[in-house]
């Protein structure tokens, strides 16, 4: 699992940043989800213990990345519409823990991730 492997060494360097976010808002993601109705198994389509894939979480917002980038354009950057691609969305939103921006591997961006 490449992936999980790079989100636990990516978490590890941007852990303290997160905290304080997650702190003010008190709660994660996935538990902002519950709190709308969201079951675990609605994310959690391959199963418990898989993080899910960026299909499973655009069943509910968009179906594509085109159309989610199209909702969320603000004229600005758009964080769903770069020169990275199409990235799995948990390089960026996490369901428990704080988020991270994969952005900042590189850049200095100031955007708070929900
Ligand atoms: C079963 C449907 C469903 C699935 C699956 C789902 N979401 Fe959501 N999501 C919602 C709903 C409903 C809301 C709240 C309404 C809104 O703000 O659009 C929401 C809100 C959000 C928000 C903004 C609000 C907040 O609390 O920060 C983000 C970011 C988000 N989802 C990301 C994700 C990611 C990433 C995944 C996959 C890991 C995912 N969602 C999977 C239904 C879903
Ligand atoms: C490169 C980082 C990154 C990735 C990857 C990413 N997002 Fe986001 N997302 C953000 C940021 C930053 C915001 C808040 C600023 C914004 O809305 O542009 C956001 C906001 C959102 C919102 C809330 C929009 C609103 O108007 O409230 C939803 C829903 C969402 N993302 C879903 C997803 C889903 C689903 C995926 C995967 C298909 C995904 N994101 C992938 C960075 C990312
Ligand atoms: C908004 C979508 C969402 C919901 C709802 C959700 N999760 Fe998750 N879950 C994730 C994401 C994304 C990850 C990947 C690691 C992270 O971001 O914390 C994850 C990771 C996990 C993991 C660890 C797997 C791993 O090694 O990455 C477990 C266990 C888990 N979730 C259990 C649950 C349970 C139990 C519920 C219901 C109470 C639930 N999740 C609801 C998105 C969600
Ligand atoms: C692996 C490193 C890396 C990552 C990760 C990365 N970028 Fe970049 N980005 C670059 C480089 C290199 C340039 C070109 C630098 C220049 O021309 O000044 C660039 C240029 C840009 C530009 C300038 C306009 C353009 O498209 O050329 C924007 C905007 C941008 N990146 C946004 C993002 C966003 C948003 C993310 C996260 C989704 C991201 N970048 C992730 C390396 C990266």
């Known amino acids: 699992m490449r992936l999980t492997a790079f989100i636990a060494a990516v978490s590890a360097a941007t852990f303290l940043a997160g905290t304080a976010c ?3 808002s008190g709660k994660f993601l996935a538990d902002r989800h519950a709190a709308g109705g969201v079951k675990c198994e609605s994310c959690h389509k391959a199963g418990p213990k898989e993080a899910p894939k960026k299909e499973d979480c655009l069943a509910c917002h968009g179906g594509s990345y ?3 980038a199209e909702k969320t354009d603000k004229g600005d950057i758009n964080y769903h519409a770069t020169h990275v691609g199409e990235p799995e969305c948990t390089q960026c939103h996490q369901g428990h823990k704080p988020p991270r921006l994969l952005c900042d591997q590189c850049h200095e961006f100031q955007v708070k991730v929900p």
């Open 22 to 24: 997650a702190a003010e």
């Open 66 to 68: 085109k159309a989610l």
